[in-house]
């Protein structure tokens, strides 16, 4: 059963909530509490569909991949613990899991529809000239973070799609806070410069 899309009234960003508190309700919901789960569904459901909405070729397939991620999450909370993974990395895990199964269906490498994504996740309807430049400034990183190394991709992936903090992304990726930290200089210096490359060639 697909859980409903939230609506406008969303609970504080999930980045706003305190770990401990973020781990009592994920207990909470992992001794079947439906209104914790449902709560930590709010919270995290826009981070979830902003990180797969830059990954696959429409917004509809993204908000279904979303809602199939908490499905997921919500057949294995019960076996979830606030050790050795926190709740974000957990769910990160499941996401990105989520994407390879769905590529993975399509017969498809992961990246492939890239071009497909940065052009079909934007609804032109409204202003057409805004979307044109929208979809422009979307294949522009999107070839900018593919001339990056996988790690780095990851680590921009964690810190500003998926929004995890540096610890939890050196949990997600299985390295040291100051590696997440290194990579990440670096993967921002090589944008910084692929970037003003395009813009100036």
Not at 2 to 18: G, H, Y
Not at 115 to 136: H, K, M, Y
Not at 160 to 173: D, K
Request: hydrophobic share 40%.
């Amino acid at each position: 059963m697909l859980l409903p899309l939230p609506t406008a009234v969303q609970d504080t960003p999930a980045r706003d909530i305190s770990e401990d508190e973020i781990k009592q309700i994920a207990v909470q919901a992992s001794r079947n509490d439906p209104d914790a789960f449902s709560r930590l569904y709010r919270l995290y459901f826009p981070q979830v569909f902003t990180f797969i909405n830059f990954r696959v070729s429409s917004r509809e397939d993204a908000e279904d991949l979303a809602n199939i991620v908490f499905e997921k999450a919500l057949c294995a909370i019960d076996r979830y613990r606030p050790k050795p993974a926190q709740f974000s990395t957990w769910l990160y895990t499941i996401a990105k899991n989520s994407i390879i199964d769905h590529y993975r269906r399509r017969r498809l490498p992961v990246d492939d529809e890239a071009e497909a994504s940065a052009i079909a996740s934007t609804d032109c309807s409204a202003d057409p000239v805004a979307c044109l430049l929208d979809q422009e400034r979307k294949r522009t990183l999107r070839e900018a973070l593919h001339a990056l190394t996988d790690e780095q991709r990851e680590v921009v992936e964690c810190r500003f799609f998926f929004e995890l903090s540096i610890q939890e992304t050196a949990q997600a990726m299985d390295k040291t806070e100051g590696a997440v930290k290194a990579m990440q200089f670096r993967a921002l210096d090589n944008l910084h410069r692929l970037l003003t490359e395009d813009i100036i060639s």
